[in-house]
T-cell receptor, first 112, second 112 residues
């Protein structure tokens, strides 16, 4: 059993759709993250939830909306995305924000 | 200057070769350092943490040079299975963010 599970693995959506990515961690960690990985670019931190505090990258557009109902679950709500949002979206967790990350398998998102 | 900078490669080496990667970071207040490995279309996985005194794990050796602000990864006796992208990861020393920043990765291709 993997420590961090993400669904769906693949997602194709139109620009007018609304969808959500789901992440669950079974490691007892207290921090969860969303990262975006575009082709030939470094992983880009989008959002961090740690001890109920949310920290975000100010460059993330508002069409991405995170939700963290508890320390084990994390969602990324998507609406009116653009084709340039097509990327691999990775969820991760850690015990404290400076510690090593454990990643889920990612969601490969294509926006048409 | 990028927060974390790596030579993208690719490094093409024969089996059995020794190969070294360097990574430079810009924030002198950074405290935690890691090397991750990412296979094609997969999530990053922790390879090793990097300690001030240097550390070794089998064929892999990591070093930290705080004065020059770089970390290195040495792989001895390369195997075909070592082919992957190696990501340098540095904790962001800014106490307001306290998250990990990823380099773009160095691609290694070990050839028979």
């Amino acid at each position: 059993e993997t420590g961090v599970t993400q669904t769906p693995r693949h997602l194709v959506m139109g620009m007018t759709n609304k969808k959500s990515l789901k992440c669950e961690q079974h490691l007892g960690h207290n921090a969860m993250y969303w990262y975006k990985q575009s082709a030939k670019k470094p992983l880009e931190l989008m959002f961090v939830y740690s001890l109920e505090e949310r920290v975000e990258n100010n460059s993330v557009p508002s069409r991405f909306s995170p939700e963290c109902p508890n320390s084990s679950h994390l969602f990324l709500h998507l609406h009116t995305l653009q084709p340039e949002d097509s990327a691999l979206y990775l969820c991760a967790s850690s015990q404290d924000r400076r510690r090593k990350l454990f990643f889920g398998s990612g969601t490969q998102l294509s926006v048409l | 200057r990028k927060e974390v900078e790596q030579d993208p490669g690719p490094f093409n080496v024969p089996e059995g070769a020794t190969v070294a990667f360097n990574c430079t970071y810009s924030n002198s207040a950074s405290q935690s350092f890691f090397w991750y490995r990412q296979d094609c279309r997969k999530e990053p996985k922790l390879l090793m943490s990097v300690y001030s005194s240097g550390n070794e794990d089998g064929r892999f050796t990591a070093q930290l040079n705080r004065a020059s602000q770089y970390i290195s990864l040495l792989i001895r006796d390369s195997k075909l299975s070592d082919s992957a992208t190696y990501l340098c990861v540095v904790e962001n020393g800014d106490t307001g963010r306290r998250a990990l920043t990823f380099g773009s990765g160095t691609r290694l291709q070990v050839q028979p």
